[in-house]
Nanobody, 122 residues
Framework: QVQLVESGGGLVQPGGSLRLSCAASGRIFSINAMGWYRQAPGKQRELVAAITNGGSKNYADSVKGRFTISRDNAKNTVYLQMNSLKPEDTAVYYC????????????????WGQGTQVTVSS
């Protein structure tokens, strides 16, 4: 069974930092893009940052210069370093990965983690 498991969320004061991790496990043959999304109460889920298996990165304008996405392909893990956190960063953060999980198909599909809560408050 393929799964994504996130960790690292929590409560932090404005201006503080957190590092999120997401590890993919199970029968995985290949991973393309990995990314982080977030969903605040009453709002739609939005892309925060994404990274390809070649290392190309993409960020939402609201987090540019504050958040850094990285990945360890040997560990099937993606990270999100979040600095200078603001109250508006409060949300449930979800990991997403495009993975090939069948030896008989070249198709990739998206998988989601269960989410981790990030709360920025004084």
């Amino acid at each position: 069974q393929v799964q994504l498991v996130e960790s690292g969320g929590g409560l932090v004061q404005p201006g503080g930092s957190l590092r999120l991790s997401c590890a993919a496990s199970g029968r995985i043959f290949s991973i393309n893009a990995m990314g982080w999304y977030r969903q605040a109460p009453g709002k739609q889920r939005e892309l925060v940052a994404a990274i390809t298996n070649g290392g190309s990165k993409n960020y939402a304008d609201s987090v540019k210069g504050r958040f850094t996405i990285s990945r360890d392909n040997a560990k099937n893990t993606v990270y999100l370093q979040m600095n200078s956190l603001k109250p508006e960063d409060t949300a449930v953060y979800y990991c997403n990965a495009d993975m090939r999980t069948s030896p008989y198909s070249a198709n990739f599909r998206g998988y989601w983690g269960q989410g981790t809560q990030v709360t920025v408050s004084s």
